[in-house]
């Protein structure tokens, strides 16, 4: 394919903006080449700016569970910014939208919207920090929490080591309160508690991580996690920006059979408009400002066009839940038409899989966690990521990243998928 139209608009977006693009994955630098430009989208399909289309299997990252364009979500959007696009004081809708998230995720009795998955981890921190009077937090190489400081970090050596900065800006004030654990090692999570006892306000994850790859905890894993939280008082905190309302109505907490004591969202609860959100039960929440001490706050959290962007997708959800089935049959489908092709073309490599969420990964050993993803060939699968895109399938532009299926992708279109993987190999 010819990208001379996207080529240009690169070139000009480097000149006004970091790197040209506004979120670094963007740029392509994983794979090389350039970053194709959209024009726009409809259901499964993506279109550039040199008139090409794609079969989109990120969706924007998440949150378009239904496909692009989806008429309920534009319309309730048309229809609300008649009336104004902000306002700064409170609306109904909001309440809307908080009582149908209550109702449908099993544990939480209030939520707080913000207007990113970022500030939603950030904040959840702060609350668990609050809350408890503790300040070290555990999260887990590979889980990706947003841009915050406190998540920007690197382990040294052993169980007892405090964490190092990995981006300038970062300070060691701000590192050496984040302990680094290893997903689906619960043991080292144990030696990590043992070592700070009573210095740990709350273990942040991915219960299903998408950013090294689809990462699945083992049940060992994840129920253990909570047995630890609630032996030493430590708050589970649920990173679900990527699998609240995606796995399930209820996300990971109702798949995986698990309460956690915070939870975060993002993605589908915006219905592709920016929208984050944190959520506890009652006696935890009543420590946010303006009840309680711990303080938060946005000028644009619960602004109108988001809120009613994530009512018209949460309401589509509630009253078509079967839409959880035929996603994960349609990416069951599509893992095996890989699988099989690679198999066949004698490609070492691991697929995998939890709900509409999947990743390829080119190498021998099983992926479960950040270490056993980083040992994927690159090579590999940058020839993979361009031969896909020059068949019009647009992959995730890093090995290190979850494919995000949409129920708009027909069983024609995954399997001139898995043709097109064929041919790329």
């Not at 990743?359 to 270490?371: I, L, Y």
Request: hydrophobic share 40%; aromatic share 8%.
């Amino acid at each position: 394919m010819r990208y001379e139209r996207s080529s240009a608009l690169f070139a000009e977006a480097q000149k006004y903006i970091p790197g040209g693009v506004n979120s670094p994955v963007r740029a392509f630098k994983a794979v090389g080449g350039e970053p194709i430009f959209i024009k726009g989208a409809k259901g499964a399909y993506l279109y550039d700016e040199d008139g090409h289309q794609y079969i989109d299997y990120i969706s924007s990252w998440g949150p378009l569970l239904f496909g692009h364009a989806h008429e309920p979500v534009i319309k309730a959007v048309v229809e609300k910014a008649k009336k104004g696009t902000s306002f700064g004081i409170p609306t109904e809708i909001e309440t809307e939208l908080a009582k149908l998230a209550v109702k449908m995720v099993p544990n939480i009795d209030k939520i707080r919207f913000v207007n990113s998955g970022t500030e939603a981890c950030m904040s959840a921190v702060r609350l668990a920090r609050g809350y408890t009077g503790k300040d070290k937090i555990i999260k887990f190489a590979g889980c990706y929490h947003g841009h915050s400081d406190a998540f920007l970090i690197q382990a040294g050596s052993g169980a007892v080591t405090f964490g190092s900065p990995n981006s300038p800006g970062v300070t060691q004030g701000t590192a050496k309160d984040t302990l680094l654990a290893n997903y689906n090692d619960l043991d080292g999570v144990r030696a990590l508690v043992k070592a700070n006892q009573g210095k740990i306000a709350a273990i942040i994850i991915e219960p299903v991580a998408g950013n090294m790859g689809c990462i699945i905890p083992t049940k060992e894993f994840i129920h253990g996690l909570r047995e630890l939280c609630t032996q030493e008082g430590i708050l589970l905190l649920f990173d679900e920006v990527m699998t609240g309302f995606r796995l399930a109505k209820g996300g990971a907490q109702e798949v995986l059979g698990i309460d956690a004591d915070i939870v975060m969202f993002g993605k589908v609860i915006g219905g592709g408009l920016p929208v984050g959100a944190f959520a506890a039960r009652a006696e935890i929440m009543a420590h946010l400002a303006p009840e309680g001490p711990v303080y938060q706050a946005g000028t644009l959290s619960g602004n109108p066009l988001a809120m009613a962007a994530g009512l018209a997708m949460l309401t589509e959800i509630d009253k078509q839940p079967e839409v959880f089935e035929s996603i994960t049959k349609k990416t069951e489908h599509l893992h095996n038409g890989i699988a099989k092709v690679l198999t066949e073309k004698g490609i070492v490599h691991q697929i995998n899989r939890f709900g509409s969420m999947v990743s390829v990964h080119f190498c021998e050993d099983p992926v479960v966690d950040f270490a056993s993803s980083a040992k994927g060939n690159n090579d590999t699968f940058k020839k993979y990521f361009h031969g896909m895109l020059d068949q019009g399938i647009y992959l995730p532009p890093s090995a290190f990243e979850s494919y995000f299926l949409n129920d708009a992708i027909s069983y024609d279109d995954l399997d001139r998928t898995v043709a097109a993987v064929k041919n790329t190999f």
